[in-house]
T-cell receptor, first 115, second 111 residues
Framework: GAVVSQHPSWVICKSGTSVKIECRSL??????MFWYRQFPKQSLMLMAT?????????EQGVEKDKFLINHASLTLSTLTVTSAHPEDSSFYIC???????????FGPGTRLTVL | GEDVEQSLFLSVREGDSSVINCTYT??????LYWYKQEPGAGLQLLTYIFSNMDMKQDQRLTVLLNKKDKHLSLRIADTQTGDSAIYFCAERMGKGTALIFGKGTTLSVSS
């Protein structure tokens, strides 16, 4: 099956620093990637939809200047949490969709802890 | 509006069947999914069903869809301790759109 990886799997950073999370589709080309956020014991909430070569579409309430998304190639999307604060601590999960497929393939997630 | 509801907990004994229920509000959903999440891990797609189907079976898993009542269920036959996890129901409206997830049902299997 299709594989999606995320890097890093976990990261701890100081408040005020920026953190970049990578999402890669390893064996297929993903025209669309999605970024979700999951708080403890909560569901996944969509943050943004990322289409290769164009600007990401952000969900209501998600600050685009704080969560920078770049989908520069068909196999890589990055999420940068700028000036991170403790309330940004969460589990960030990406998914990727290939053209013609009904399924989204999810990455293993990145746990961000901001001190 | 879009909303997916699930019961939060289910506890069963090993060998019994588990039934996890989900309701959704948007009748224009095209696909409905079941994902499994083990502690600290990402999501594993278990199965999905197209909205024009009533039932789908895949080994120990049976999905039932009642489109009239907007009700989806996942039955796990012969539940094992390894099935203990959080199960998410999700709906997708159209092609290329993101998924809307329920809050997840924590399945606890005791031996």
């Amino acid at each position: 099956g299709a594989v999606v990886s995320q890097h890093p799997s976990w990261v701890i950073c100081k408040s005020g620093t920026s953190v970049k999370i990578e999402c890669r589709s390893l064996d297929f080309q993903a025209t669309t990637m999605f970024w979700y956020r999951q708080f403890p014991k909560q569901s996944l909430m969509l943050m943004a939809t990322s289409n290769e070569g164009s600007k990401a579409t952000y969900e209501q309430g998600v600050e685009k200047d704080k969560f920078l998304i770049n989908h520069a190639s068909l196999t890589l999307s990055t999420l940068t949490v700028t000036s991170a604060h403790p309330e940004d601590s969460s589990f960030y999960i990406c998914s990727a969709r290939a053209p013609g497929y009904n399924e989204q393939f999810f990455g293993p997630g990145t746990r961000l802890t901001v001190l | 509006g879009e909303d997916v509801e699930q019961s939060l907990f289910l506890s069963v004994r090993e060998g019994d069947s588990s039934v996890i229920n989900c309701t959704y509000t948007d009748s224009s959903s095209t696909y409905l999914y079941w994902y499994k999440q083990e502690p600290g891990a990402g999501l594993q797609l278990l199965t999905y069903i197209f909205s024009n189907m009533d039932m789908k079976q895949d080994q120990r898993l049976t999905v039932l869809l009642n489109k009239k009542d907007k009700h989806l269920s996942l039955r796990i036959a012969d539940t094992q301790t390894g099935d203990s996890a959080i199960y998410f129901c999700a709906e997708r409206m159209g092609k290329g759109t993101a998924l809307i997830f329920g809050k997840g049902t924590t399945l606890s299997v005791s031996s």
